[in-house]
């Protein structure tokens, strides 16, 4: 808007110099007193015509000056369209020619029928309601995939000692296994701890095979399994005098003591093994777990031992023991006591008592 009314008055002093010309060159004409008068005019007309001049430069210079702060902070997308309404509305409530009664007619009129300031202020509205919802939700999860093959050259097996509960992890998983956690925050969904909040909570656990398809195989052994294992309401900080009480309703993991390496909630250890792992970079690692199980049978089919070793190189996101993501490559070799053969291996291993695997895999949880 400034900028015009600067083009205007430069337009206006345009339309000056015609005559200014043309009164310069009738003096000679008119008397001495005349021409006195005359030049008096002329050097106030030359003053007002400098002071217009000076005027002009000083705003065009404004007006550059705050093109080029537009130009340097540049808005992100999310507060663009809050700019932009707020210039909609700024222009608009300019005041109007004419008087009080008409401009506040006239701007009343044009913020409700102008298109773009209303389609502006609809989108500030949605920015508003879609920022409260992605606070008031979380995703959480683990996952953990990949393909091996066995020494045979068929599909990868697990080595795990029958009856044993558990099986040592590293380089010996042979599903792809996942856990989604679907968070609502219902009160409080900015987690400020002077207040109190409730939260709703589900996680969906998926335990599939490696194959290209769902498994159902007869018996129901090996299927791909997809349960329901936490679905609860929980809420805290409801006691002032005790703002640390939780209060929660339905199903969930409660208090669940975790072994990594075998992926064993504590009851009773019937397996020893370890898992060190040697860092060469900040991402760069070797991870090794020797395993060892014994077994026996309560109604006597099966007695003996299994002894498990991995080698697995890896890429993974940090310097720790628990750096998530990781990608890794295993070579895993057994062997177990004839007692538990036909017990261990699967199918390829049926009839032996020792048995390879190798391939890749990746794990994660955010």
Do not use: C
């Not at 990949?146 to 992890?169: D, I, T």
């Not at 062997?335 to 049926?350: H, M, Q, T």
Request: avoid cysteine; charged fraction near 20%.
């Amino acid at each position: 808007m400034r900028s015009d009314n600067v083009i205007a008055k430069a337009l206006r002093v345009a339309k000056i110099l015609p005559w200014l010309a043309l009164v310069i060159i009738q003096a000679p004409i008119v008397s001495a007193q005349q021409s006195d008068d005359l030049q008096q005019q002329v050097a106030q007309l030359k003053q007002q015509y400098e002071q217009e001049i000076a005027d002009l430069q000083q705003r065009l210079a404004a007006l550059e000056r705050k093109v080029e702060q537009k130009t340097e902070t540049k808005p992100t997308s999310g507060e663009k369209y809050s700019l932009t309404a707020q210039q909609a509305a700024q222009d608009l409530a300019t005041p109007l020619e004419g008087n009080a009664d008409q401009n506040e007619k006239s701007l009343q009129e044009q913020t409700t029928t102008d298109t773009t300031y209303v389609q502006l202020r609809d989108a500030d509205t949605k920015i508003e309601k879609l920022e409260e919802q992605a606070k008031a939700f979380e995703f959480h999860g683990y996952l953990r995939s990949g393909y091996g093959l066995n020494g045979l050259g068929g599909q990868q097996v697990a080595f795990e000692a029958p009856g044993a509960g558990a099986k040592f992890r590293l380089g010996n998983e042979a599903e792809t296994y996942g856990e989604l956690i679907f968070v609502n925050n219902l009160v409080n969904p900015n987690h400020d701890r002077s207040k109190a909040w409730l939260s709703t909570e589900v996680m969906i656990e998926a335990n599939t095979t490696n194959s290209a398809s769902y498994a159902n195989f007869p018996g129901g052994i090996g299927n791909d399994q997809f349960r329901l294992r936490e679905a609860f309401v929980q809420a805290g900080n409801v006691i002032k005098s005790d703002p640390a009480a939780k209060f929660w309703a339905g199903e969930r993991y409660y208090r669940r003591y975790h072994i990594d390496i075998d992926d064993f909630y504590i009851l009773d250890m019937s397996g020893y093994g370890a898992r060190p792992q040697f860092f060469f970079t900040n991402h760069v690692s070797l991870a090794l777990e020797p395993g060892f199980d014994r077994v026996t049978a309560s109604n006597g089919l099966y007695s003996g031992w299994l002894r498990k070793f991995t080698i697995a190189p890896q890429i993974g996101a940090g310097r720790e023991f628990f750096s998530r993501p990781v990608l890794r490559l295993f070579v895993t070799y057994a062997n177990w006591s004839d007692g538990l053969r036909g017990f261990v291996g699967g199918i390829p291993y049926a009839r032996r008592t020792s048995g390879l695997t190798y391939g890749v895999q990746t794990e994660t949880w955010w």
